[in-house]
């Protein structure tokens, strides 16, 4: 396919078009027939829009059933009787960037000669339904099919909550005699995740795409099933909800905008949608594109898009419509946040804790903003939930900042190669055999937690994180390194025990393989043989002049090699340094840093508050700790049964003994809590979403750090919710609870300097009185 269409001739213009075409119509059999997406919507998309560019460039190309003319799905199906609708249902067109926006703008207030308003919605995700209403009295629901006749599912309808059979005439205004609405029917996202649960704990599928999931579970036939499957059916379909946004046929509604026939069928009974909001010129409608791009994960049903529409009823007849879309109204497409690659393999990875997790290697795409190569499947059950097979393509989703997710995969696309994931009996690492921890788990461990390498590793990781001793240098790449063996001795360290005794002279030497950073693959040497570095020591050439004497450099055996000779690399001196500094970081990073199942900053805080040093809550017994504020019964018993193995007390031992400070100095011993002081004490935050400048975990731990209380969902006893792109259902609790919500800067701000730091609240934008009261995330 050629980058441009400009330097195509008139016949490969044409075998191009009739390729896409092709396959266009293929892509489209497959989603309004089957509730199948064979490609992505972009994709999709993409096709489409290159189709609209050759017969741009040559017109006589285009033909009257060109997918660009015609809207989606098929007339006839074999399920559902036909039903004709009494006025075409359109599609929409698309534009992809506000430029093209401000186009489509242009163009509309120059063809109408006069200014307009615009009615901003947003454009849900699901599949759209036409209501015919008689006399007020729903007479039938039918799918859009080729825009003149759809398919007759009046039956399904009745089952979805909200949709009213009878419409209730309020005020002065007349139910007229025939009315079409139409709407889009699905899954809230809520809805969707409950029912994946559902079909999780019954061992069944997960459904990888809500919009046709919401197809399907509309589109099914009661005849032929039995009594059970007829109730699930039910079921799902007493999920779907439905939100008007628009009308067919209706003879002079008695008002003048789009905006006021949703506020008249609302006041019919008919549910229409609390987003939307009406702009007095195209900038507003900007605005409110670039608001939703943001806010994309805070609404309760998903989003493809904003719908901009002219609000007023007389241009809609003035201006008109093509063959498929009003010129009226446009969709203005959001950057996808779902794709499809290829499955390559499952890996099984051991964690810090030894879980072994199942994740998916794909070949890499771009997705929501970020090249994505592995997601999790958290566990063989999982994996089977989701059905994916090696080799199959499959749906991935990356929701703003939130961690990539393999959906499902696209069952109709394999062809007979795709294997099985088998979940290994034994430790990748170790070749431990795997179990539960307890009877029942799903969740499959390396028991052989003091030595397995991927164990080890974990923990040394865990030390240098942010929410331990927070040691720069010391992260995934150096937690490998001083983990490996040095060939022929054994690693630097093999278990975190010898973290503090480490020396330049032990990690001087090590080196580690190169990996390609596109591929994973270790990279080779002239040689053919994997390539090293080193990266605790650097190369220097004797005629870069005189020897610089280097802080530690002194005691470290330089490697003479000709005209080379190596030093310690800066990041080796830090790493050294940092780890020295950490020996008398506060109590609770240093709990922090043990890795005790449960104890983690939060309970980590009140453990050192309460007791003063490690001494003091090894002495106390499981009831005392159970007692202190913040630590409870389990981590009480995580605390016990830590401190009953052996080679636990041997890291307190040695770390002790190198000088690590495992007390509070000043602290009075146990029961006298040293609180206090701290810019946030006695305030509770929610931090949500992605937070500039702070990790997840980060996060949580600044808010400890500071003296607050960091609470993981809000409630009214909440004083601040720091919220971020990707906050999801927490945010319109909060605003519906009426909470102070500030963002990334507010929160660094709170963190220095206390709330007095925080001016007045802002007014809350768009209170959302739809929000559903289960958070999703
Ligand atoms: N992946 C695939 O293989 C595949 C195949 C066919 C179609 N598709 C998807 O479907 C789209 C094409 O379908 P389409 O023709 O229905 O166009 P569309 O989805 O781009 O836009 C038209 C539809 O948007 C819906 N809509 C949602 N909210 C609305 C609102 N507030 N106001 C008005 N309408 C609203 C209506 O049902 C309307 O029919 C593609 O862009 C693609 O996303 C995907
Ligand atoms: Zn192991």
């Known amino acids: 396919?050629?980058?441009?269409?400009?330097?195509?001739?008139?016949?490969?213009?044409?075998?191009?078009?009739?390729?896409?075409?092709?396959?266009?119509?293929?892509?489209?059999?497959?989603?309004?027939?089957?509730?199948?997406?064979?490609?992505?919507?972009?994709?999709?998309?993409?096709?489409?829009?290159?189709?609209?560019?050759?017969?741009?460039?040559?017109?006589?190309?285009?033909?009257?059933?060109?997918?660009?003319?015609?809207?989606?799905?098929?007339?006839?199906?074999?399920?559902?009787?036909?039903?004709?609708?009494?006025?075409?249902?359109?599609?929409?067109?698309?534009?992809?960037?506000?430029?093209?926006?401000?186009?489509?703008?242009?163009?509309?207030?120059?063809?109408?000669?006069?200014?307009?308003?615009?009615?901003?919605?947003?454009?849900?995700?699901?599949?759209?339904?036409?209501?015919?209403?008689?006399?007020?009295?729903?007479?039938?629901?039918?799918?859009?099919?080729?825009?003149?006749?759809?398919?007759?599912?009046?039956?399904?309808?009745?089952?979805?909550?909200?949709?009213?059979?009878?419409?209730?005439?309020?005020?002065?205004?007349?139910?007229?005699?025939?009315?079409?609405?139409?709407?889009?029917?699905?899954?809230?996202?809520?809805?969707?995740?409950?029912?994946?649960?559902?079909?999780?704990?019954?061992?069944?599928?997960?459904?990888?795409?809500?919009?046709?999931?919401?197809?399907?579970?509309?589109?099914?036939?009661?005849?032929?099933?039995?009594?059970?499957?007829?109730?699930?059916?039910?079921?799902?379909?007493?999920?779907?909800?439905?939100?008007?946004?628009?009308?067919?046929?209706?003879?002079?509604?008695?008002?003048?905008?789009?905006?006021?026939?949703?506020?008249?069928?609302?006041?019919?009974?008919?549910?229409?949608?609390?987003?939307?909001?009406?702009?007095?010129?195209?900038?507003?409608?900007?605005?409110?594109i670039q608001h939703f791009g943001e806010h994309r994960y805070s609404v309760e049903h998903e989003i493809d898009g904003v719908v901009v529409k002219v609000d007023e009823l007389a241009l809609h007849e003035e201006l008109g419509a093509t063959s498929r879309a009003p010129r009226w109204a446009i969709a203005y497409k959001y950057p996808p946040e779902q794709v499809q690659t290829k499955l390559l393999d499952i890996v099984v990875s051991v964690g810090r804790t030894g879980r072994a997790t199942p994740f998916a290697v794909m070949q890499k795409v771009r997705v929501a903003g970020s090249e994505v190569r592995q997601a999790t499947l958290h566990n063989q059950d999982v994996v089977k939930a989701k059905g994916v097979l090696i080799g199959d393509t499959v749906i991935l989703r990356k929701a703003g900042d939130v961690i990539p997710e393999v959906l499902g995969p696209v069952v109709e696309l394999r062809d007979g190669t795709e294997r099985e994931f088998v979940m290994p009996e034994f430790c990748p690492e170790c070749g431990t055999r795997l179990a539960p921890a307890k009877e029942n788990d799903i969740d499959l461990r390396c028991p052989n937690a003091r030595s397995c390498p991927a164990q080890v590793r974990g923990r040394v990781e865990h030390v240098g994180s942010r929410g331990a001793l927070d040691i720069e240098v010391l992260g995934e790449v150096a937690a490998a390194a001083l983990t490996q063996p040095v060939e022929p001795a054994e690693p630097p360290l093999v278990t975190e025990a010898g973290m503090f005794d480490l020396t330049v002279e032990q990690i001087f030497p090590i080196t580690t393989v190169v990996r390609d950073s596109e591929t994973g693959m270790e990279k080779l040497d002239d040689s053919g043989s994997p390539k090293r570095e080193s990266p605790f020591r650097r190369r220097r050439q004797k005629r870069d002049g005189p020897f610089v004497a280097l802080p530690h450099s002194a005691e470290v055996t330089t490697s003479f090699d000709g005209d080379e000779f190596f030093v310690p690399s800066s990041n080796a001196i830090k790493l050294i340094e940092n780890i020295g500094k950490a020996k008398t970081s506060p109590l609770w990073r240093i709990l922090v840093a043990l890795s005790i199942r449960h104890v983690g900053p939060v309970a980590a805080r009140a453990l050192a508050d309460y007791f003063g040093s490690l001494d003091a809550i090894r002495a106390a017994t499981r009831d005392e700790l159970a007692a202190v504020d913040g630590v409870g019964g389990i981590i009480a018993d995580a605390l016990i049964d830590w401190f009953a193995v052996d080679w636990h007390v041997e890291i307190i031992d040695r770390w002790a003994a190198a000088g690590v400070q495992f007390t509070t100095p000043g602290h009075p011993g146990p029961g006298a809590a040293t609180s206090g002081g701290g810019t946030l004490d006695g305030l509770t935050i929610v931090a949500t979403g992605s937070l500039e400048g702070f990790t997840r975990e980060g996060a949580l731990e600044a808010i400890i750090a500071a003296g607050g209380k960091a609470a993981s969902s809000v409630s009214k006893k909440t004083d601040f919710v720091a919220a971020g792109p990707g906050a999801g259902s927490k945010l319109p609790k909060a605003e519906a609870l009426g909470l102070r919500i500030i963002n990334a800067e507010q929160f660094a701000l709170l963190l220095a300097e206390g709330p007095s730091a925080l001016a007045e609240p802002e007014p809350i934008a768009e209170p959302d009185p739809d929000v559903s009261e289960e958070p999703s995330d």
């Not at 999709?44 to 290159?50: M, P």
């Not at 008689?134 to 009046?154: F, N, P, Q, Y």
């Not at 599928?205 to 499957?229: V, Y």
Request: glycine share 8%.
């Open 1 to 288: 396919m050629a980058d441009t269409a400009d330097d195509l001739t008139l016949d490969q213009a044409a075998a191009e078009g009739a390729g896409l075409t092709a396959r266009i119509q293929e892509l489209r059999d497959a989603y309004y027939d089957k509730d199948a997406s064979l490609a992505s919507d972009e994709e999709y998309d993409g096709l489409l829009k290159r189709l609209g560019e050759l017969e741009r460039l040559f017109p006589e190309l285009q033909s009257q059933d060109s997918p660009t003319q015609t809207v989606g799905g098929r007339a006839e199906t074999t399920l559902f009787s036909p039903v004709e609708h009494a006025e075409r249902m359109l599609s929409l067109d698309n534009v992809f960037s506000l430029d093209e926006f401000a186009e489509w703008a242009t163009k509309v207030e120059r063809d109408s000669g006069r200014a307009v308003h615009y009615l901003c919605e947003l454009k849900i995700d699901g599949l759209a339904m036409n209501l015919r209403y008689i006399d007020g009295e729903l007479v039938s629901a039918a799918t859009r099919g080729d825009g003149v006749v759809g398919e007759d599912v009046t039956e399904n309808v009745a089952f979805i909550p909200g949709i009213p059979t009878r419409l209730v005439p309020s005020g002065k205004t007349p139910v007229p005699a025939l009315m079409e609405v139409r709407g889009e029917i699905f899954f809230p996202v809520a809805a969707f995740d409950e029912l994946n649960a559902a079909q999780m704990a019954a061992g069944d599928r997960i459904f990888a795409n809500a919009r046709n999931a919401a197809s399907g579970s509309l589109r099914q036939k009661s005849e032929g099933k039995n009594p059970d499957q007829l109730a699930l059916m039910r079921a799902r379909l007493g999920r779907l909800r439905m939100l008007v946004h628009g009308i067919g046929a209706w003879a002079n509604p008695p008002v003048a905008s789009q905006s006021a026939v949703y506020d008249l069928l609302q006041s019919w009974g008919l549910p229409t949608s609390t987003h939307y909001q009406v702009k007095p010129d195209a900038q507003g409608a900007a605005d409110f």
